[in-house]
């Protein structure tokens, strides 16, 4: 076949291309498809598959059992000074509390709960915490409450506590029991107490 001829029957099956495309109509680009983060096909139409999200979540209570309200609500608002706020009127007795902006800590008494019997103060326990400003503040206040360092002759279960300014976590801790044992840690951003002062604190 000549060269002629050639692109004679290339501009023909150019003609006969287009011309099939158009009876076709308009070609349009085909979307990629993504999954999204809860498995679903956006572009195909599929439901999101609904995620936690913890990433952005917060706390929002932590719940303590109690088996006296009266003597836990004394307990709370006195030696940790948390705020006691409006509870729903539920068929079993308790008491809530604030614990900073957004936070909440209930307390409840029932025969089913489960208690730390027997249990001393240990930090690999079941436990929650409390950040404070000020951790030579938050070891005075306990030591005007009758706190003692564990281990020191006065020290009980009821007023005893795990004082470690220089916590393996990386910020200074206390730790405490409230009346029915379940344990509270009490910690700093950072130590803005000497050595010395501690020493004098509990002794």
């Known amino acids: 076949m000549s060269n002629e001829a050639l692109?004679?029957?290339?501009?023909?099956?150019?003609?006969?291309?287009?011309?099939?495309?158009?009876?076709?109509?308009?070609?349009?680009?085909?979307?990629l498809r993504h999954a999204n983060a809860g498995g679903g096909n956006e572009m195909a139409g599929?439901?999101?598959?609904?995620?936690?999200?913890?990433?952005?979540?917060?706390?929002?209570?932590?719940?303590?059992?109690?088996?006296?309200v009266g003597r836990s609500v004394a307990f709370y608002e006195d030696v940790l000074r948390l705020r006691r706020i409006e509870r729903p009127n539920?068929?079993?007795?308790?008491?809530?509390?604030a614990i900073g902006p957004s936070q909440q800590l209930h307390l409840i008494k029932d025969t089913g709960s489960t208690f730390r019997e027997g249990k001393?103060?240990?930090p690999l326990d079941i436990h929650f915490a409390i950040r404070v400003r000020s951790y030579r503040d938050a070891l005075r206040h306990l030591v005007t409450k009758g706190y003692r360092k564990e281990g020191?002759?006065?020290?009980?279960?009821?007023?005893?506590?795990?004082?470690?300014?220089?916590a393996d976590a990386g910020f200074p801790q206390i730790y405490i029991m409230d009346p029915d044992g379940n344990m509270i840690e009490i910690n700093a951003e950072a130590l803005?107490?000497?050595?010395?002062?501690?020493d004098s604190l509990l002794k």
């Open 152 to 166: 020191t002759p006065g020290a009980a279960g009821a007023n005893s506590m795990r004082v470690t300014p220089r």
């Open 120 to 122: 001393g103060l240990t």
């Open 192 to 198: 803005d107490v000497s050595v010395s002062e501690i």
């Open 46 to 68: 599929e439901p999101a598959v609904p995620t936690i999200a913890a990433d952005s979540a917060v706390i929002h209570h932590v719940s303590l059992p109690v088996r006296d």
């Open 90 to 97: 539920f068929s079993f007795e308790g008491a809530w509390f």
């Open 7 to 31: 692109r004679a029957y290339a501009v023909g099956t150019s003609v006969l291309l287009r011309g099939l495309l158009d009876l076709q109509g308009p070609r349009m680009e085909q979307p």
